[in-house]
C-alpha cells in the first residue's frame, strides 16, 4: 500500500498538472470580474496537457521539508498517462496509465465552467479571483504567472506559473491567509519528449485506479446513512454523496477535501486532533451521532476552520 505522504504527493501533482481547464467564454462573459486574458492561459493549459508528452524533476517544498520527484507525462492513443518517483525518502512510484483523454471528471467538468451547482453561472470565477502578474523562467523556460485569491475564507489560493510556449504549468504556491505560501511545487528541470527517462529504483510500487465516480465501493461502510448539512460554496461531489460508503470527496477545481465517517464500539475522549503538512490538513474529532460514537476524519487542501467546520456538520440522514 502507498505510504499517505506519497498518495497525497502524487494527488497533489495530478491535480496541478491535470485538472486546470475553463471554458473561457462563459466565465469571461456571465462573471464582469474574471479576467478573460488570466481564463485564455489557463484553458491554453487544458488543452496541451491533451497535446503534450513530457518528462522532468519536480520538487516539493513544505515548510523546511523537501521531497524530489521524477514525473512523465505521456499522451498518445485517445489516452493519457502518468508516472511519478520519489527520489527522496521511501522511494515510491505511483502509475496511472491509460487514462481515456475524453474522460472528464467533475473538478474538470467545474473549471470549464459547467453549471454542476445551482447558481454557478460564472463556473469557478464565482469563488475566485484570476489575474496576469508579470512572470520570470522556471525551469529555464519563461512562464505567464496567473494569481489566484479565494473569495472567502473557506479555501486557500494559489500562484501558478505557466510555460509561455507549451502552456504547461511548471510551477504551483498553495497561498494561505496572510500571504503565507504553505507549499510549493516546481519542475527542476522539464524535456518534450515521448521517450520516457530511464526508471529509478523504488522500494515501494502503486498504480492508481481508474474509477467511475458513481460508482467508488464502500471500503468500510457503516450502518447508516450519512452526509454532511454544510458545504463551502463551490464544492461539488466528486463521488456518491449518500448512502452508507465511509467516504465523501469534494472539490471546487482547485481545491480537494474528503470526510470519512468511522463508526466506534468504544466512545472515545472528546477532542479533536490536527496535523497541518504545507497545503494539507488533516482534522480529526471524536463524537457523538444519536448516541453512536463515531470517529470523523477531514483531510484535504483547506484551511484549518473549513475542515472543523465540515466535521461539525456531518450528521444521519433522517
Same mark, same amino acid.
Given at each position: 500500500?502507498?505510504?499517505?505522504?506519497?498518495?497525497?504527493?502524487?494527488?497533489?501533482?495530478?491535480?496541478?498538472?491535470?485538472?486546470?481547464?475553463?471554458?473561457?467564454?462563459?466565465?469571461?462573459?456571465?462573471?464582469?470580474?474574471?479576467?478573460?486574458?488570466?481564463?485564455?492561459?489557463?484553458?491554453?493549459?487544458?488543452?496541451?496537457?491533451?497535446?503534450?508528452?513530457?518528462?522532468?524533476?519536480?520538487?516539493?517544498?513544505?515548510?523546511?521539508?523537501?521531497?524530489?520527484?521524477?514525473?512523465?507525462?505521456?499522451?498518445?492513443?485517445?489516452?493519457?498517462?502518468?508516472?511519478?518517483?520519489?527520489?527522496?525518502?521511501?522511494?515510491?512510484?505511483?502509475?496511472?496509465?491509460?487514462?481515456?483523454?475524453?474522460?472528464?471528471?467533475?473538478?474538470?467538468?467545474?473549471?470549464?465552467?459547467?453549471?454542476?451547482?445551482?447558481?454557478?453561472?460564472?463556473?469557478?470565477?464565482?469563488?475566485?479571483?484570476?489575474?496576469?502578474?508579470?512572470?520570470?523562467?522556471?525551469?529555464?523556460?519563461?512562464?505567464?504567472?496567473?494569481?489566484?485569491?479565494?473569495?472567502?475564507?473557506?479555501?486557500?489560493?494559489?500562484?501558478?506559473?505557466?510555460?509561455?510556449?507549451?502552456?504547461?504549468?511548471?510551477?504551483?504556491?498553495?497561498?494561505?491567509?496572510?500571504? $503565507?505560501?504553505?507549499? =510549493?511545487?516546481?519542475?527542476?528541470?522539464?524535456?518534450?519528449? !515521448?521517450?520516457? +527517462?530511464? #526508471?529509478?529504483? &523504488?522500494?515501494?510500487?502503486?498504480?492508481?485506479?481508474?474509477?467511475?465516480?458513481?460508482?467508488?465501493?464502500?471500503?468500510?461502510?457503516?450502518?447508516?446513512?450519512?452526509?454532511?448539512?454544510?458545504?463551502?460554496?463551490?464544492?461539488?461531489?466528486?463521488?456518491?454523496?449518500?448512502?452508507?460508503?465511509?467516504?465523501?470527496?469534494?472539490?471546487?477545481?482547485?481545491?480537494?477535501?474528503?470526510?470519512?465517517?468511522?463508526?466506534?464500539?468504544?466512545?472515545?475522549?472528546?477532542?479533536?486532533?490536527?496535523? $497541518?503538512?504545507?497545503? =494539507?490538513?488533516?482534522?480529526?474529532?471524536?463524537?457523538?451521532? !444519536?448516541?453512536? +460514537?463515531? #470517529?470523523?476524519? &477531514?483531510?484535504?487542501?483547506?484551511?484549518?476552520?473549513?475542515?472543523?467546520?465540515?466535521?461539525?456538520?456531518?450528521?444521519?440522514?433522517?
Amino acid at each position: 500500500m502507498l505510504p499517505r505522504a506519497s498518495n497525497t504527493v502524487f494527488r497533489c501533482l495530478l491535480l496541478a498538472t491535470l485538472s486546470v481547464s475553463i471554458a473561457v467564454g462563459a466565465n469571461a462573459a456571465g462573471c464582469p470580474d474574471g479576467d478573460a486574458v488570466a481564463l485564455s492561459w489557463l484553458d491554453k493549459m487544458s488543452r496541451s496537457l491533451r497535446q503534450a508528452s513530457y518528462h522532468g524533476v519536480v520538487t516539493l517544498q513544505r515548510d523546511d521539508h523537501m521531497q524530489v520527484m521524477q514525473v512523465s507525462h505521456l499522451v498518445g492513443d485517445g489516452s493519457t498517462s502518468e508516472r511519478l518517483i520519489e527520489l527522496t525518502g521511501q522511494g515510491a512510484q505511483v502509475e496511472r496509465l491509460s487514462h481515456p483523454a475524453n474522460c472528464i471528471h467533475p473538478g474538470d467538468r467545474l473549471l470549464r465552467g459547467e453549471a454542476l451547482l445551482p447558481g454557478q453561472s460564472c463556473g469557478i470565477a464565482k469563488h475566485y479571483r484570476f489575474t496576469v502578474a508579470p512572470g520570470g523562467r522556471v525551469a529555464g523556460r519563461e512562464v505567464v504567472r496567473i494569481v489566484i485569491e479565494p473569495r472567502d475564507m473557506y479555501r486557500f489560493g494559489y500562484v501558478v506559473d505557466l510555460d509561455k510556449e507549451t502552456g504547461i504549468l511548471l510551477k504551483t504556491q498553495t497561498v494561505g491567509h496572510g500571504d $503565507k505560501t504553505l507549499e =510549493t511545487m516546481q519542475f527542476a528541470n522539464i524535456s518534450y519528449s !515521448d521517450d520516457p +527517462p530511464e #526508471l529509478s529504483q &523504488v522500494d515501494v510500487f502503486h498504480k492508481a485506479q481508474h474509477l467511475h465516480p458513481q460508482s467508488a465501493p464502500a471500503e468500510y461502510p457503516v450502518s447508516r446513512a450519512w452526509a454532511l448539512g454544510w458545504l463551502p460554496l463551490g464544492f461539488a461531489a466528486t463521488d456518491r454523496s449518500t448512502g452508507t460508503n465511509d467516504r465523501r470527496t469534494y472539490t471546487d477545481g482547485f481545491a480537494v477535501f474528503s470526510v470519512f465517517l468511522e463508526e466506534l464500539d468504544v466512545e472515545i475522549r472528546a477532542g479533536e486532533g490536527l496535523v $497541518k503538512r504545507g497545503g =494539507t490538513t488533516s482534522y480529526t474529532r471524536g463524537m457523538r451521532l !444519536d448516541e453512536q +460514537p463515531v #470517529l470523523v476524519t &477531514v483531510i484535504g487542501e483547506v484551511p484549518v476552520n473549513t475542515a472543523r467546520m465540515l466535521a461539525d456538520s456531518v450528521d444521519w440522514v433522517q
